[in-house]
């Protein structure tokens, strides 16, 4: 098996490319409520997207239509020449909950994606070991998920994801659930992963700091039925640190976004 | 697999897990020897402690020739219960037209009064084994398709979600996270099934047989020996620990220790 640092990257040829999506839920009627779109979305390979949206505009729907975990009303998704019908599964997801499994441990989590797909986990030993070290992780190998904290857990979850070197990565508010100082170390750990390894990555969140700092994109989704309602080229160089936030730059991003989130009445000012 | 919990702190707490039910036991034991002597209690309702014990070390040999025939009866029960019971308990989970159509039968056949039916088998199957064995199977079943269907349908959706993204196919699912995440609940419910199917057993007895603890503590009890009944109900009793006991020795050992409830847990749930 060849170290991570050897192996090249995967990403050609993994252009996500979103067709008039949309997503409606028949209530009995014959009229369904839509929830979702239209979306027309181009991801280019190895581009980093982060999708802000308010809460129930769709944005999570959204990614598992990507995935093919969840079948769109209308319209398509392809990935690189192939569309996506049905799970896709040459990519790595990190959802919200870290969706550890609580009897293996952390080395075992991790295997876990090559176990499933009927590949030998022992030849995936030393790139789960690389992956682990490489979020800071080194010597949890044999500990159980309950003896680590959120932001531990999560960082296991993103190995977890990579262990295949999938060229797609797709997020679905990692890390939500993580306090405000872990969420900002996960994030810049994930930031310098993809950097190195150019992923093509769909990432949502309702952090409008974390869209920016991330993104090489950031689109910004209207409420239900979610539309992509902005887009944002987000021209800091890379890599960044938290520090990009002091910035002019990052100020003018920040603006555009809550801008548009009073405008479509999802923020709205107070005692001005 | 290494514990942890092997210092000396552990070994204390371990030594305490077991003296606190003795203690209690003997105190319970103490307690109801001092009343019986100290109140002047006909020992034709209740015995002294002390000449149940001497009467079960006296009939040591007939009570195990009549306990033989209720183990056998007991472990077939549970057996047929679980032979059958997991298998309708994963159906109805994956098939919900299974669900819908089986359900309510499985539910109906648990409000049938079993002591009432049990006739009605000795009829179907003579006075023999089997008779006691249904009765055994039909009283424990019920539980274990319960905890079955609820322990594989306990699954986050997110993780079958994750899994299918992984390219799962459904029998890896069913394997690597469904069978694991159901493991508690099942064992859960073998728990109940176990100390159900004993008491199937000695209901079978008692509608119908010529051996067996159940036929012996009626016919002690025909005879007005209450030392008698009561030295079947002791023998009955250890019987029922031991084999619930048993079913938690193999939970231990099938149950991953870092899945398994903590029994301040299982308090809280019980």
Not at chain 1, 21 to 43: C, F, H, N, Q
Not at chain 2, 106 to 124: C, E
Request: aromatic share 8%; hydrophobic share 50%.
């Amino acid at each position: 098996m060849p170290t991570l640092a050897e192996r090249p990257t995967t990403v050609q040829g993994s252009r996500i490319d979103v067709r008039g999506v949309t997503k409606e839920y028949s209530s009995g009627g014959a009229t369904g409520s839509r929830v979702l779109g239209p979306i027309d979305l181009r991801v280019e390979a190895g581009e980093f997207v982060t999708i802000v949206g308010p809460s129930g505009c769709g944005k999570s729907t959204l990614l598992s239509i990507v995935a093919g975990l969840t079948k769109a009303s209308a319209g398509e998704v392809a990935i690189g020449d192939a569309r996506v019908a049905g799970p896709y599964t040459d990519l790595g997801i990190v959802f919200q909950k870290d969706l550890l499994l609580d009897w293996r441990t952390v080395l075992d989590n991790v295997l876990l994606q090559a176990e499933v797909r009927g590949l030998d986990p022992r030849a995936y030993r030393s790139v789960a070991n690389e992956l682990l070290a490489l979020v800071g992780l080194d010597g949890f190998q044999d500990h159980y998920p309950r003896e680590l904290s959120g932001g531990m857990r999560q960082r296991v979850a993103i190995c977890r994801a990579l262990l295949l070197d999938p060229p797609v990565v797709l997020m679905d508010e990692p890390f939500a659930a993580l306090d405000a100082l872990t969420r900002e170390q996960v994030a810049m750990d994930f930031a310098d992963i993809w950097l190195k390894k150019q992923k093509t990555v769909i990432f949502i969140t309702h952090a409008i700091a974390e869209a920016i700092i991330l993104a090489d994109r950031v689109l910004v989704m209207t409420p239900r039925p979610g539309k992509i309602d902005l887009e944002l080229r987000v021209e800091i160089p890379h890599p960044r640190s938290m520090l990009v936030r002091e910035t002019p730059e990052f100020a003018h991003y920040a603006t555009e976004i809550r801008k548009r989130f009073e405008a479509n009445g999802v923020l709205h000012q107070h005692g001005r | 697999m290494a514990d942890d919990r092997g210092t000396t702190a552990g070994a204390r707490s371990r030594a305490g897990k077991i003296l606190a039910p003795l203690a209690a036991l003997a105190a319970f034991f103490a307690l109801w020897q001092a009343a019986t002597a100290l109140l002047h209690v006909n020992p034709a309702i209740l015995p002294a402690p002390t000449s149940i014990f001497a009467n079960i070390v006296h009939q040591r040999a007939l009570l195990a020739q009549y306990m033989e025939p209720t183990l056998v009866e007991i472990l077939l029960g549970f057996g047929l219960a679980i032979a059958i019971g997991v298998p309708i308990g994963t159906l109805i989970v994956f098939s919900p037209a299974a669900h819908r159509a089986f359900y309510p039968l499985i539910v109906a056949s648990q409000m049938v009064p079993k002591v009432a039916i049990a006739p009605l088998f000795v009829v179907w199957v003579g006075v023999g084994l089997p008779s006691k064995v249904l009765v055994a199977f039909l009283i424990s079943f019920f539980p274990i398709v319960v905890s079955t269907g609820q322990g594989l349908a306990a699954v986050d959706p997110d993780m079958i979600k994750l899994f299918k993204s992984m390219g799962a196919s459904p029998m890896r699912t069913f394997v690597k996270l469904r069978l694991p995440v159901a493991l508690p609940s099942v064992f859960s419910g073998l728990k109940v099934a176990m100390s159900l199917a004993v008491v199937g057993a000695i209901v079978g007895e008692f509608v119908a047989a010529n051996t067996g603890l159940g036929y012996y503590l009626l016919f002690a009890n025909g005879q007005l020996d209450t030392v008698g009944v009561y030295s079947a109900l002791f023998v009955l009793t250890l019987l029922g620990v031991v084999l619930y006991f048993a079913v938690e020795v193999v939970e231990r050992a099938v149950v991953p220790a870092s899945f398994r409830k903590s029994e301040e847990e299982l308090s809280v749930t019980l």
